[in-house]
């Protein structure tokens, strides 16, 4: 990955050098069909940019479907909305000097240094920036999906972990800084709120606390200070974790899992999780996980899930998962990714890499 990004440093510096791309002006959005202008600037554009096959005909103003095809490659490299329509998002990314293209290939060439050089034969690989994970067998992709990944103000840390089991049907031991500041509010406007959600309440943490009548509880004296209650979501369709959660212990207590929540795998941006990974295709990383258990066929991991059975199934080869936060991002055949810095840690990165070191 880090070799791969050097040679399309490499390649950048040299558009750089050349003068870089056209920026285009601001205006009505540009589709398929359409004659203006600007159509010629784009062609000019996408073709420096190595999107447009076919720049012979860059003088034309038509938005013609070489054109178009073009403006599809270029949105799904830059993690925009694949509709092949100019407006305001892609026409935005266009713009973007080539000079802060080479930053960002820089600040991610430095991220690439601090990951283990031995990723694993096989491997999971989740890019916090991309949304999206990667099952990685002998240097191939073998699955590839969508993720869901943490809200800004619960951000997904960037760590390496080794996954060493599966719960089916799992409970969703709610930690507590989500249960006061998100289930709290909804039990004091709601009575029945934790009933309906199929949530229940036990005296404590200990594996032996005590169950208790949620309507025992004064719910309007607690805080973060006081909250000494585990609450607990049972299994089932609704629970928050959905029917599989891939386990690999680690201090963040940060984990992959399914969710009943589809709608959000539809959008662009995904952080909407508070801290853990939502997966688009569960059943199909279990089945990958679990292929080489003779005790875990197909039709026993999905009847298993049909059975609404809590059952843990541990893995006889653990494999190795490495949550990245990568903004750019050039695949195996040499195709150059820009994602948007959800985080916001492109800039303190650039500082980091531009101060001074400190004086011995």
Same mark, same amino acid.
């Given at each position: 990955?880090?070799?791969?990004?050097?040679?399309?440093?490499?390649?950048?510096?040299?558009?750089?050098?050349?003068?870089?791309?056209?920026?285009?002006?601001?205006?009505?959005?540009?589709?398929?069909?359409?004659?203006?202008?600007?159509?010629?600037?784009?062609?000019?554009?996408?073709?420096?940019?190595?999107?447009?096959?076919?720049?012979?005909?860059?003088?034309?103003?038509?938005?013609?479907?070489?054109?178009?095809?073009?403006?599809?490659?270029?949105? *799904?490299?830059?993690?925009?909305?694949?509709?092949?329509? @100019?407006?305001?998002?892609?026409?935005?990314?266009?713009?973007?000097?080539?000079? *802060?293209?080479?930053?960002?290939?820089?600040?991610?060439?430095?991220?690439?240094?601090?990951?283990?050089?031995?990723?694993?034969?096989?491997?999971?690989?989740?890019?916090?920036?991309?949304?999206?994970?990667?099952?990685?067998?002998?240097?191939? %992709?073998?699955?590839?999906?969508?993720?869901?990944?943490?809200?800004?103000?619960? =951000?997904?840390?960037?760590?390496?972990?080794?996954?060493?089991?599966?719960?089916?049907?799992?409970?969703?031991?709610?930690?507590?800084?989500?249960? @006061?500041?998100?289930?709290?509010?909804?039990?004091?406007?709601?009575?029945?709120?934790?009933?309906?959600?199929?949530?229940?309440?036990?005296?404590?943490?200990?594996?032996?606390?005590?169950?208790?009548?949620?309507?025992?509880?004064?719910?309007?004296?607690?805080?973060?200070?006081?909250?000494?209650?585990?609450?607990? %979501?049972?299994?089932?369709?609704?629970?928050?974790?959905?029917?599989?959660?891939?386990?690999?212990?680690?201090?963040?207590?940060?984990?992959?899992?399914?969710?009943?929540?589809?709608?959000?795998?539809?959008?662009?941006?995904?952080?909407?999780?508070?801290?853990?990974?939502?997966?688009?295709?569960?059943?199909?990383?279990?089945?990958?996980?679990?292929?080489?258990?003779?005790?875990?066929?197909?039709?026993?991991?999905?009847?298993?899930?049909?059975?609404?059975?809590?059952?843990?199934?541990?893995? =006889?080869?653990?494999?190795?998962?490495?949550?990245?936060?990568?903004?750019?991002?050039?695949?195996?055949?040499?195709?150059?990714?820009?994602?948007?810095? @959800?985080?916001?840690?492109?800039?303190?990165?650039?500082?980091?890499?531009?101060?001074?070191?400190?004086?011995?």
């Amino acid at each position: 990955g880090y070799e791969r990004m050097r040679e399309a440093l490499f390649e950048y510096r040299i558009i750089a050098r050349a003068g870089g791309w056209p920026l285009l002006p601001f205006g009505p959005a540009l589709r398929k069909g359409d004659r203006d202008v600007r159509v010629g600037m784009l062609r000019s554009r996408l073709a420096i940019s190595g999107d447009l096959d076919s720049p012979f005909a860059s003088r034309s103003d038509l938005f013609d479907d070489d054109v178009e095809d073009a403006v599809l490659r270029f949105q *799904e490299r830059h993690g925009l909305k694949v509709d092949g329509t @100019v407006g305001s998002k892609t026409l935005t990314a266009l713009n973007v000097p080539v000079e *802060e293209r080479i930053r960002m290939l820089e600040i991610n060439m430095e991220r690439w240094r601090w990951i283990p050089h031995d990723l694993g034969e096989r491997h999971i690989v989740v890019n916090l920036a991309r949304f999206e994970l990667n099952v990685i067998e002998d240097n191939q %992709q073998i699955i590839s999906m969508l993720v869901v990944v943490g809200k800004p103000a619960r =951000s997904t840390p960037v760590f390496s972990a080794q996954l060493q089991y599966l719960v089916f049907n799992p409970y969703w031991h709610i930690p507590t800084k989500i249960a @006061v500041e998100d289930i709290l509010p909804k039990v004091l406007k709601d009575p029945d709120y934790l009933k309906r959600q199929k949530i229940k309440v036990f005296q404590g943490w200990g594996d032996k606390a005590p169950e208790i009548e949620p309507k025992t509880v004064s719910w309007s004296q607690l805080n973060f200070d006081n909250f000494s209650y585990k609450l607990r %979501q049972e299994t089932g369709p609704q629970n928050a974790l959905g029917r599989i959660k891939f386990m690999f212990p680690n201090k963040f207590s940060v984990y992959l899992h399914d969710t009943p929540a589809r709608g959000l795998f539809k959008r662009i941006k995904r952080d909407f999780s508070a801290g853990c990974i939502r997966i688009a295709k569960p059943i199909e990383l279990a089945e990958y996980l679990l292929m080489d258990n003779l005790d875990w066929p197909r039709d026993k991991i999905r009847e298993t899930i049909s059975s609404g059975e809590r059952k843990i199934v541990r893995l =006889s080869n653990p494999i190795p998962v490495h949550i990245l936060y990568l903004t750019s991002w050039v695949g195996i055949g040499g195709k150059v990714y820009f994602f948007s810095d @959800v985080y916001d840690r492109d800039k303190a990165m650039m500082r980091a890499l531009e101060e001074r070191p400190p004086k011995a």
